[in-house]
Nanobody
Framework: QVQLVESGGGLVQPGGSLRLSCQAS????????MTWYRQAPGKERELVAT????????NYAGSVKGRFTISRSNTESTLYLQMNSLKPEDTAVYYC?????????WGQGTQVTVSS
């Protein structure tokens, strides 16, 4: 079955960096676009970044463009999100997501807290 396991979250000071990972299994990872979402307390889940199956095409939310970089390793079935110049408003639970078999699959999420 499809499994997505996020890791790499934590507490970081404003201006700091974190690298999130999402280990995928149970589907042909290299065939599917992948997406990072986030959800802050009291807010709706929002799309952060998406990457095509080949890794060539990437799109970002305006709020993270220029600070975050999405990437993937198809040989390791892993999705990444490099987050630089973090701001307190980036505080959220971050989820990876895939659409396959006519279903959206989500990981359990990893908490990112940006605070001094």
């Amino acid at each position: 079955q499809v499994q997505l396991v996020e890791s790499g979250g934590g507490l970081v000071q404003p201006g700091g960096s974190l690298r999130l990972s999402c280990q995928a299994s149970g589907f042909s990872f290299s065939r599917y676009a992948m997406t990072w979402y986030r959800q802050a307390p009291g807010k709706e889940r929002e799309l952060v970044a998406t990457i095509s199956s080949t890794g060539i095409t990437k799109n970002y939310a305006g709020s993270v463009k220029g600070r975050f970089t999405i990437s993937r390793s198809n040989t390791e079935s892993t999705l990444y999100l490099q987050m630089n110049s973090l701001k307190p408003e980036d505080t959220a639970v971050y989820y990876c997501n895939v659409w396959t078999d006519q279903t959206y699959y989500w990981g359990q999420g990893t908490q990112v807290t940006v605070s001094s």
